[in-house]
Nanobody, 122 residues
Framework: QVQLVESGGGLVQAGGSLRLSCAASGDTFSKYAMGWFRQAPGKEREFVAAISWRGTTYYADSVKDRFTISRDNARNALALQMNSLKADDTAVYYC????????????????WGQGTQVTVSS
């Protein structure tokens, strides 16, 4: 099993940037596909971005060209660089791991971090 811990959330003005990190432990990180999801108050958890163990990336249309997902298998680390942030990006952000190919729905992921709050003020 893999354990995941997110960090890097905070309060930022619209148009600003934040970088989220996810530290993995407990298993071989490189065998997992990884994803970022977010959940705003009163809304369902939604897909943001995902990356295969080889580094192939996938993005939700709402964040494409603004967010960049990356991983460092040697450091057991996942990151999400978020630029040009909007108020609609306000949510709790979760990293997730899946021991198969990349998925884009929450139900496909087996392991989750505790989440980190991102608040974008307009």
């Amino acid at each position: 099993q893999v354990q995941l811990v997110e960090s890097g959330g905070g309060l930022v003005q619209a148009g600003g940037s934040l970088r989220l990190s996810c530290a993995a432990s407990g298993d071989t990180f490189s065998k997992y596909a990884m994803g970022w999801f977010r959940q705003a108050p009163g809304k369902e958890r939604e897909f943001v971005a995902a990356i295969s163990w080889r580094g192939t990336t996938y993005y939700a249309d709402s964040v494409k060209d603004r967010f960049t997902i990356s991983r460092d298998n040697a450091r057991n680390a996942l990151a999400l660089q978020m630029n040009s942030l909007k108020a609609d990006d306000t949510a709790v952000y979760y990293c997730a791991a899946r021991s198969r190919s990349v998925g884009t729905t929450p139900s496909e992921y087996n392991y989750w971090g505790q989440g980190t709050q991102v608040t974008v003020s307009s």
